[in-house]
């Protein structure tokens, strides 16, 4: 016999509140956990822990519930109880703490649009926009109903009343533009700095009327949009930011049916974790890109194995790491002109050859490896990497430098590390500089050579500044 469902105390919270609604709600139209998890791609434990407050919900998955229980939108209408609540707790703290935990270490919470308000970037942004881009509802800051009011509702500012192919248009070249600025500048640059109103207006745009018709195109330019400002985000060290518009980018890649984005996101979502040192994280990102990897490109398909042999070179496996290469070289080889994304055009020759040569570099500084595959690659990516990228030309070119050092070159060395170290201080970017630390590092044996002593100096000197 069933057990009797435990009461729930609806006066705890206008969280309670609203998990208890959606139990009144479910149990009014005679439907299981299990048939509401099933419209909602959740197990009925979930279900379950959410009507109880147990697990917390965001407003994206609410008005998925909404219509899962066909509540008419009155769970929708409450949730904005939920983050007002929320609201108005994250004020109340900020008068006691005084100033943002910049060090916060907490890992964000699981779901489909999970966010830790708490984790704010370093990138400076102007505090009301900060606190609303974090703060609204705790998860519920990434999903498409928050921040509509921060809009005005008339002037050039405002939120169409109809979503037009032209405004996902404006998303896309908003997109573009951003992702040109970070290859040129770095994602401490003129990005950080710019992308907030964009997202703010873009992410607005899902919780504004629009055809049926137009579903994919919009979810798919708000979620290129938010991977742009995501791996932007990681370059400039803002991490939490970085994990949350990663994800929120896969959440509208699925959510547009884009296959194509999915992998993208899913990329970038793998190097970051990598790079934070998490590679068995980053490989489970890489190898979740790859599932149904017949409806990818073959570019999509080698940028993935890139991935998981940087994963793999992270965890010290380099047979793993030759192997993954190997097939992505077999794959881009069947790579044609056309048949890529708009936003695939920088994966081309010399980026391929950069990606594996960053892998390459991690266990070619093993003992016993050799430096020959790494040292190849890295040189035919500098060769061929144009203007337009030079963050790109300018981390494979320190990474060449350091392995040069390592292998006792230091004239080489030196010659190779001027060119980037020129091209780094140009730009932005913290991953740069640590790069640039590392060679620094590197080189320090040789230290007494005046060439060395001096471009020593001149890492410092670029460093602090």
Not at 222 to 249: I, K, P, Q
Not at 346 to 353: K, N, R, S
Request: charged share 25%.
């Amino acid at each position: 016999m069933a057990q009797k469902p435990k009461p729930l105390d609806e006066t705890a919270s206008a969280r309670a509140w609203w998990g208890k609604e959606l139990r009144n709600w479910r149990t009014t139209r005679k439907m299981s956990t299990s048939e509401v998890g099933a419209k909602v791609h959740l197990s009925a434990t979930m279900i379950e822990r959410i009507e109880k407050n147990e697990r917390k919900c965001d407003a994206a998955l609410a008005s998925l519930l909404d219509d899962a229980v066909e509540a008419g939108g009155a769970l929708r209408r409450l949730w904005r109880l939920v983050e007002i609540e929320a609201a108005e707790a994250a004020a109340h703290a900020d008068k006691f703490t005084g100033k943002v935990d910049q060090g916060a270490s907490e890992r964000p919470i699981e779901g489909m649009l999970g966010l830790n308000p708490h984790a704010l970037s370093e990138r400076s942004q102007p505090n009301m926009e900060r606190r609303a881009f974090f703060s609204l509802g705790g998860v519920a800051a990434l999903a498409p109903t928050a921040f509509i009011d921060l809009l005005p509702s008339s002037g050039p500012h405002a939120l169409p009343k109809d979503v037009r192919s032209e405004d996902i248009q404006q998303v896309l070249t908003a997109a573009d533009t951003l992702a040109g600025w970070d290859n040129l500048y770095g994602g401490g640059g003129i990005v950080g700095s710019s992308s907030m109103g964009l997202f703010i207006w873009a992410k607005g745009l899902l919780a504004t009327k629009y055809p049926s018709e137009l579903k994919a195109d919009l979810y798919t330019a708000v979620g290129r949009l938010s991977v742009v400002m995501g791996a932007s985000a990681f370059d400039a060290y803002a991490h939490h930011d970085a994990t949350e518009l990663l994800r929120f980018g896969t959440w509208c890649a699925e959510q547009g049916n884009n296959w194509h984005l999915r992998a993208a996101s899913l990329n970038w979502r793998a190097r970051h974790e990598i790079w934070c040192g998490r590679p068995d994280e980053g490989l489970t990102y890489a190898e979740n890109g790859l599932l149904r990897s017949d409806r990818l490109t073959p570019r999509e398909q080698a940028m993935l194995h890139n991935a998981r042999a940087r994963a793999w070179a992270k965890m010290r496996r380099p047979d793993e790491v030759l192997v993954a290469i190997d097939q992505s070289d077999r794959i881009f080889a069947r790579a044609r002109d056309g048949e890529d994304e708009p936003w695939m055009a920088y994966y081309d020759e010399a980026q391929h050859h950069g990606d594996t040569g960053h892998a390459a570099f991690d266990i070619a500084l093993m003992p016993g490896q050799s430096h020959q595959l790494a040292t190849s690659r890295l040189e035919t990516a500098i060769d061929g990497h144009t203007d337009a990228y030079v963050r790109s030309r300018a981390l494979s070119g320190t990474k060449l430098a350091t392995l040069t050092m390592a292998a006792g070159d230091p004239h080489q060395a030196v010659a190779i590390a001027n060119r980037a170290l020129t091209e780094v201080g140009k730009l932005r970017s913290k991953r740069a500089v640590t790069d640039m630390e590392e060679l620094s590092s590197a080189s320090a044996r040789y230290a007494r050579r005046p060439e060395v002593a001096e471009l020593r100096s001149r890492i410092a000197a670029t460093v602090r500044a």
